[in-house]
């Protein structure tokens, strides 16, 4: 019987916060006792450089940074309509006004009122919700405004320097924090008001997240956004998650030239093997996707879908699309992300110990949310 090791406890909150600062001090010791070094000019000099990187940086940003008040109408205790208020923030990725948020921060909203870093307010429309990640567009009447410069969230060093900006607890505007990347490639099962939904590919922070900055940008020290702040571990105020830009960034240019965001999908219900796992449950291999038995009304296999046409069966363990291996920092919902639907892939997978290879023509995820 297959044993998954028990989820951290997540929460998605539909506002969403930022990254404690760390301090960097410095001793030196010298062989030359006529010498007495300077520690505190040194310590000093240090600390000014940092703090130069992180205000420049932030600086580079701010302007594109936006804060999202929402707004539904509701049944109250005693049947009557009541308003029901929310926010998060997001940040501007084109010049005429399209704005980059999660979908959690948006999700059952009527009303949207974006407020940009210099106080002017504009009325937001959700147009483009992606189906795989939790990520929305939201779009007001622009011209010329600020963007955020995109970074590589590919290529990113555990133990960098980090920045958060976001509106944190719905009422603190454009509020900066500073941490570390802790991790890449995290998987999480994260709750929300309306739900949990299972996130892949995060990278973590020793982000204490306050609700408010959902949607915010996670920056590098060149004022680069890497990622998209999204939710925080309810049981640790240092462990905060956040999207990859990447991921983000395809779903713009999908959104761009079809006027909505398209996911490719391969129609398996599979969890990511881990060397725990794989030594748990005696598995022939330490990583790759395997593919969950059917239990009730939760199926294996979408019937009809790329994977059934292919022939692929509960308990296979996929290891790799187009030979790119799945790996526990690139999952196999990561992988397929880079590919459009149409897109005919060469899955590897295992069966019963032997490897075997099919090609899958993957198609379109719609959202069923």
Do not use: C
């Amino acid at each position: 019987m297959l044993q998954e090791k028990p989820s951290v406890r997540i929460i998605i909150v539909g506002i969403i916060g930022g990254i404690v600062g760390s301090l960097l001090t410095m001793g030196v010791m010298s062989r030359n006792t006529h010498f007495v070094p300077q520690i505190g000019s040194i310590s000093q000099k240090i600390s000014i450089q940092e703090d130069s990187a992180v205000v420049d940086a932030v600086k580079k940003v701010s302007p594109s940074v936006v804060s999202i008040a929402t707004s539904a109408k509701g049944i109250g205790f005693w049947g009557d309509v009541v308003e029901q208020k929310g926010g998060g923030t997001g940040f501007i990725v084109t010049a005429d006004g399209l704005i980059l948020t999660n979908k959690h921060v948006v999700d059952g909203a009527q009303e949207f009122t974006v407020v940009t870093n210099e106080g002017k307010d504009y009325k937001g429309k959700v147009v483009a919700v992606d189906p795989l990640f939790d990520l929305a567009l939201i779009k007001i009447e622009g011209k010329d405004l600020p963007v955020v410069e995109i970074g590589d969230s590919t290529k990113l060093d555990i133990g960098q320097k980090v920045i958060a900006i976001g509106n944190a607890l719905g009422e603190y505007q454009n509020s900066v924090t500073v941490g570390v990347l802790s991790a890449r490639a995290r998987a999480i099962t994260a709750a929300s008001q309306n739900g949990s939904e299972r996130l892949e590919g995060l990278l973590q922070t020793d982000a204490p997240i306050n609700p408010g900055n959902s949607g915010g940008p996670l920056i590098n020290a060149a004022g680069q956004v890497i990622g998209i702040n999204t939710a925080v571990d309810a049981q640790g105020n240092s462990i905060g998650f956040a999207i990859p830009i990447h991921l983000a960034k395809a779903a713009v240019d999908s959104y761009t030239k079809s006027g909505r965001i398209v996911r490719s999908f391969l129609g398996v219900r599979y969890i990511n093997i881990t060397h725990e796992f794989a030594a748990l449950n005696h598995l022939d291999v330490s990583n790759g996707a395997l593919i969950m038995p059917s239990q009730g009304n939760l199926l294996s296999i979408v019937p009809g879908g790329p994977a059934d046409k292919a022939g692929l069966k509960e308990n296979d363990i996929i290891t790799a699309v187009n030979g790119e291996k799945i790996e526990q920092s690139k999952s196999l919902v990561t992988i397929l992300s880079a590919y459009t639907p149409g897109t005919k892939v060469e899955v590897t997978y295992m069966r019963k110990g032997k490897e075997e290879k099919v090609t899958v023509e993957l198609t379109e995820l719609k959202d069923t949310k």
